[in-house]
């Protein structure tokens, strides 16, 4: 699918898909069409790494890691002319903070028919941070079956990792500082597209 946002999400924006303010100080760093741009070369780059996609199955992490992996597998059936298998990955109960901050909406997880087993699995995020959030995903992944690979693609790579995880497919590497905040905004959730960074509020607490 770190310091000064708020504590269950890399973005600063809810897991639930709540879209938070806006503060008027942020600036886009990425518009619609750069995005697109970005998700096309994703693409690409899936396709030439996996040999023409043929056993990929891409998994979004809610929240907004879900239209981006169903905007992958449309790109990907344009390119190659077969159906992608696309579906979500809910972390909610495999969160190392969950014991810290117990209430929490669940998100939702589908799996194409199919399965995983014998699959390249292609987690889908929107921004990468700490890590915590792919660890988590793995730990869910673990329980639906056994892939042959695990590949992770993001929209944004912002740095700041905790743990040792790198993408596979960056669509943006975006340098910032702890006490700045990535937010990225989608039409299926959001209304419209684009990336925004800002200074985050010195009270917010940290996320994972």
């Known amino acids: 699918m770190t310091h000064a946002q708020p504590a269950g999400d890399e973005t600063g924006a809810a897991r639930d898909g709540t879209a938070r303010p806006v503060p008027g100080d942020s600036k886009t760093v990425l518009e619609q069409a750069e995005i697109g741009r970005a998700l096309t070369r994703i693409t690409h780059e899936i396709i030439e790494r996996t040999r023409g996609a043929q056993h990929v199955v ?4 809610p929240t907004r890691g879900v239209p981006l992996a169903g905007r992958l597998a449309a790109g990907l059936q344009q390119v190659e002319g ?3 298998p696309h579906g979500s990955l809910d972390i909610t109960m495999y ?3 969950l014991r810290l901050r117990p209430a929490r909406t669940l998100g939702r997880t589908q799996v194409p028919p199919d399965g995983i087993d014998g699959k390249i699995v292609v987690l889908v995020d929107d921004v990468l941070y700490s890590g915590r959030t792919v660890r988590a995903a793995l730990d869910a992944l673990n329980d639906l079956g056994r892939p042959r690979a695990v590949q992770l ?3 944004v790579d912002r740095g700041h990792r905790e743990l040792p995880i790198r993408p596979d497919y960056v669509g943006k590497n975006l340098p910032t500082s702890q006490h700045e905040f990535v937010r990225v905004l989608l039409t299926e959730v959001d ?3 684009a990336v925004l960074l800002g200074v985050a509020d010195s009270g917010a607490g940290r996320a994972q």
């Open 153 to 155: 693609a993001v929209l």
């Open 58 to 61: 891409l998994l979004g992490i």
């Open 82 to 84: 077969h159906p992608i």
């Open 95 to 97: 969160r190392d903070d």
């Open 191 to 193: 209304g419209q597209d």
